[in-house]
Nanobody, 123 residues
Framework: QVQLVESGGGLVQAGGSLRLSCAAS????????MGWFRQAPGKEREFVAA????????YYEDSVKGRFTISRDNAKNTGSLQMDSLKPEDTAVYYC????????????????WGQGTQVTVSS
């Protein structure tokens, strides 16, 4: 069993930065893929970024490539999403997820989810 708690969301102006954190409990986090998803009002949840269990492999949704950086520290059971050059269209609730599925961009491949943290980017 893995429990995930996100933090670090908030209100920021366009062009600014935020760093989201994901604190995990449970022994299996270090062997699981970690992903970040987001959901804007009236839209479906969408994939943002993922990192494999070792941290050596990452994957990003096209619109965040070069602006967002995903990382993890298995010794501390934590993960993070550094978000730079934020745009108003990045406004959403951001979720941390963990799982062992092969298709990182598919939300159904993740077994554990946090409660989400709100990110609002003003223009």
């Amino acid at each position: 069993q893995v429990q995930l708690v996100e933090s670090g969301g908030g209100l920021v102006q366009a062009g600014g930065s935020l760093r989201l954190s994901c604190a995990a409990s449970g022994r299996t986090f270090s062997s699981a893929t970690m992903g970040w998803f987001r959901q804007a009002p009236g839209k479906e949840r969408e994939f943002v970024a993922a990192i494999n269990w070792s941290g050596h492999s990452t994957y990003y949704e096209d619109s965040v490539k070069g602006r967002f950086t995903i990382s993890r520290d298995n010794a501390k059971n934590t993960g993070s999403l550094q978000m730079d050059s934020l745009k108003p269209e990045d406004t959403a609730v951001y979720y941390c997820a963990a799982g062992r599925g092969a298709h990182w961009t598919n939300a159904y491949e993740y077994d554990y989810w946090g409660q989400g943290t709100q990110v609002t980017v003003s223009s």
